[in-house]
């Protein structure tokens, strides 16, 4: 049978078989508003069941009381009630999600890169943060110790002049240095006496030596990208480059000069 709610104009169908239950009910809710229903004393002869909901364009969901147990009713749509022809929003897939994360995580990637370079630049452009500011750091150090601090007491060269060689490191017992000008040889013995030093020599008294020196030069004119200093050797002026020593066929062309403090170090 067919029955309107009269509170929302919900046209329910009940089947004959839920027919007795309600009766023994004062009355039943309307599952469509909740309102009160009572079955009428005259019950029309049972219409047949209409048919499947996907074939008519409707819905028709099984519905039950939600005030309490009771029998299922079969609800057809009101043509008085509005329906939707919207389509719900697509839930999205894992897939889906899962390609924004790494989206996501490229990004900060890519972010975390550009940061860590700009703290790579800052730092090599930071007092020691590059190899020619670490060298300036050393000399600034080294002119500190006691050796030349008497040395620029006593005149025979300057902080200034030192400040503006290449580098100074400590070796053996004294100093070795490495002008950061380059000069013909007339030029390179007045720089050794005006920063106090000799040139380098090295022919010392102990042959042992020498191969241990040349390497040590080596390493140290290592990023000098080719360039021959000026060094002595058998009393006679030559190029080093280390650690090769050669005769020079002109004393004319410009070199760096290596220099060296401390009578302890076999210098002219």
Not at 13 to 22: G, K, S, W
Not at 115 to 132: E, K, N, R, S, W
């Amino acid at each position: 049978m067919k029955l309107a709610c009269p509170h929302c104009t919900q046209i329910l169908e009940i089947a004959p078989e839920n027919v007795a239950p309600l009766r023994a009910q004062p009355h039943f809710p309307c599952p469509s508003c909740g309102g009160k229903m009572t079955l009428p004393e005259v019950v029309a002869v049972p219409m047949p069941k209409p048919p499947p909901a996907a074939k008519m364009g409707g819905k028709a969901p099984l519905l039950s009381s939600s005030k309490g147990p009771g029998p299922k009713f079969q609800e057809q749509t009101s043509p008085l009630a509005p329906t939707s022809t919207e389509a719900s929003a697509p839930i999205p897939s894992v897939e889906t999600v899962g390609r924004g994360l790494n989206r996501n995580l490229l990004v900060l990637g890519v972010a975390v890169l550009v940061l860590m370079g700009g703290i790579g630049i800052y730092l090599a452009m930071a007092p020691g943060g590059d190899v020619h500011q670490t060298r300036e750091q050393r000399v600034r150090e080294i002119i500190r110790n006691q050796y030349f601090t008497d040395l620029i007491a006593s005149g025979a060269t300057t902080k200034k002049e030192l400040l503006g060689l290449w580098d100074i490191q400590p070796y053996g017992g004294g100093f070795i240095g490495l002008s950061d000008e380059t000069c013909a040889w007339e030029h390179a013995l007045e720089l050794a006496k005006r920063s106090g030093a000799s040139v380098l020599k090295l022919d010392s008294a102990e042959a042992a030596s020498r191969a241990p020196m040349l390497g040590w030069l080596a390493d140290v004119s290592a990023d000098l990208d080719g360039s021959t200093l000026w060094i002595l050797d058998g009393g006679e002026p030559k190029a080093l480059h280390a650690p090769e020593v050669s005769r020079v066929t002109t004393l004319d062309r410009p070199r760096r000069v290596l220099l060296a403090w401390d009578g302890r170090i076999t210098v002219q």
